[in-house]
Nanobody, 123 residues
């Protein structure tokens, strides 16, 4: 079992930055760690993922060039969010997958989830 905890959400202005953190109880069983986000009334959306042991990153089209995934330690990653837009607002979730060859952009292959952290982008 893996416990995940997000932190770092809050309010940012359009064009501003935020850094989210995800701490895992352990990652030795995980192939991928990822971020998803969900705005009110919308489906959970893939933001990005790290192939954990190799450090290879993948990003959703809507955040490419603005967001960066950073593997800090074996049990922590960051999501650096720059050039924020109002449409980036939502609850951001950290997720973990123990599945080799997971469909990383879909939620179904991630059995481990954090509680989420709210991001608001507004002037």
């Amino acid at each position: 079992q893996v416990q995940l905890e997000e932190s770092g959400g809050g309010l940012a202005q359009p064009g501003g930055s935020l850094r989210l953190s995800c701490a895992a109880s352990n990652t030795f069983s995980l192939y991928y760690m990822a971020w998803f986000r969900q705005a009110p009334g919308k489906e959970r959306e893939f933001v990005g993922a790290i192939r954990w042991s190799l450090g290879i990153t993948y990003y959703g089209d809507s955040v490419k060039g603005r967001f960066t995934l950073i593997k800090d330690t074996e049990n922590r990653m960051y999501l650096q969010m720059n050039s924020l837009k109002p449409e980036d607002a939502g609850v951001y979730y950290c997720a973990g997958s123990p599945i080799w060859g997971a469909s990383i952009m879909t939620t179904t292959d991630y059995p481990y989830w954090g509680q989420g952290t709210q991001v608001t982008v507004s002037s």
